[in-house]
T-cell receptor, first 116, second 111 residues
Framework: EAGVAQSPRYKIIEKRQSVAFWCNPI?????LYWYQQILGQGPKLLIQ????????DSQLPKDRFSAERLKGVDSTLKIQPAKLEDSAVYLC??????????????FGPGTRLTVT | GEDVEQSLFLSVREGDSSVINCTYT??????LYWYKQEPGAGLQLLTY?????DMKQDQRLTVLLNKKDKHLSLRIADTQTGDSAIYFC???????????FGRGTSLIVHP
């Protein structure tokens, strides 16, 4: 089965510009996650969707970050405007259903964002 | 919130055993995961242990959990160069099953 797809793989922008990332989860997975991984740190959850609804966005900096999963499949994460500290790898993951612990999260390869 | 601590680096010789240690703070952690991240790749779930278990073995991997001390370890037997990667300890607390990741331990395997 195809894994979690993300694009672009790399992005370089200047501060104050906007950027968007796209994620296509594994077919049939109801739960989708976006993580931010700053160099040298572990991933930090930004937002979690169950189908097209938000389960948890408590760690999302809502003044500049937004995410949507309108049809409960693909998702986009946007940053507007970007700051230098947003430089990180943005990981998308999906699982069959977040309410079942044994359902593994599958991670995409990530988008590496550099803000200059 | 949960705090997870891991040593940053571990260097071992090929064929030896590797032991990666982790401490966490949230005693309500129910599932405790170990993830592997290879360069330029996403994370891969290696194994997990439920909080009512002390040990879990899965081929070359052995997970030990000391719930009293909130200490988790991952042992890799017969470590190979292909095991070189960053290993993340990630406990999940409460009913969310969302893991909180440590900073990761970079395992370097040399011939």
């Amino acid at each position: 089965e195809a894994g979690v797809a993300q694009s672009p793989r790399y992005k370089i922008i200047e501060k104050r510009q906007s950027v968007a990332f796209w994620c296509n989860p594994i077919s049939g997975h109801a739960t989708l996650y976006w993580y931010q991984q700053i160099l040298g740190q572990g991933p930090k959850l930004l937002i979690q969707f169950q189908n097209n609804g938000v389960v948890d966005d408590s760690q999302l900096p809502k003044d500049r970050f937004s995410a949507e999963r309108l049809k409960g499949v693909d998702s986009t994460l946007k940053i507007q405007p970007a700051k230098l500290e947003d430089s990180a790898v943005y990981l998308c993951a999906s699982s069959l259903d977040h309410r079942v612990a044994s359902y593994e999260q599958y991670f995409g390869p990530g988008t590496r964002l550099t803000v200059t | 919130g949960e705090d997870v601590e891991q040593s940053l680096f571990l260097s071992v010789r090929e064929g030896d055993s590797s032991v990666i240690n982790c401490t966490y703070t949230d005693s309500s952690s129910t599932y405790l995961y170990w993830y592997k991240q290879e360069p330029g790749a996403g994370l891969q779930l290696l194994t997990y242990i439920f909080s009512n278990m002390d040990m879990k073995q899965d081929q070359r991997l052995t997970v030990l959990l000391n719930k009293k001390d909130k200490h988790l370890s991952l042992r890799i037997a017969d470590t190979q160069t292909g095991d070189s990667a960053i290993y993340f300890c990630a406990p999940a607390s409460g009913g969310s099953y969302i893991p909180t990741f440590g900073r990761g331990t970079s395992l370097i395997v040399h011939p």
